[in-house]
């Protein structure tokens, strides 16, 4: 079975850092896009980070970029660092995966996590 677990969520003052961690069963990213994604409450689920199989690169959207990082471990854990955190990056994220191509719309993706919440004041 596949299956996405994400933790590391929390609350924290403008400016903190979190570190999110997603392990993925039956994924690896060596074979597969594996993506962070988020939604506010009132907001449509968007794109954070979709990082290509093999670590070939990584997209970051415009909102996140030079804040967040993506990051893996044991080829089946996926961290987003993200740092400098504002009031606007609170929401739910989650991680999703799928084998290529990859999207940055969620719709284009079928499994993802329960979700971490971050609240950011």
């Known amino acids: 079975d596949v299956q996405l677990v994400e933790s590391g969520g929390g609350s924290v003052r403008t400016g903190g850092s979190l570190r999110l961690s997603c392990e993925a069963s039956?994924?690896?990213?060596?074979?597969?896009?594996m993506a962070w994604f988020r939604q506010a409450p009132g907001k449509e689920r968007e794109v954070v980070a979709v990082?290509?199989?093999?670590?070939?690169?990584t997209y970051y959207s415009d909102s996140v970029k030079g804040r967040f990082t993506t990051s893996l471990d044991n080829d089946n854990i996926l961290y987003l660092q993200m740092n400098g955190l504002e009031p606007e990056d609170t929401a739910m994220y989650y991680c999703?995966?799928?084998?290529?191509?990859?999207?940055?719309?969620?719709?284009?993706?079928?499994?993802w996590g329960q979700g971490t919440q971050v609240t950011v004041s």
């Open positions: 999703t995966a799928r084998a290529g191509p990859c999207y940055t719309s969620p719709n284009e993706y079928k499994v």
């Open positions: 039956g994924y690896t990213a060596g074979r597969h896009c």
């Open positions: 990082r290509y199989p093999g670590g070939v690169g």
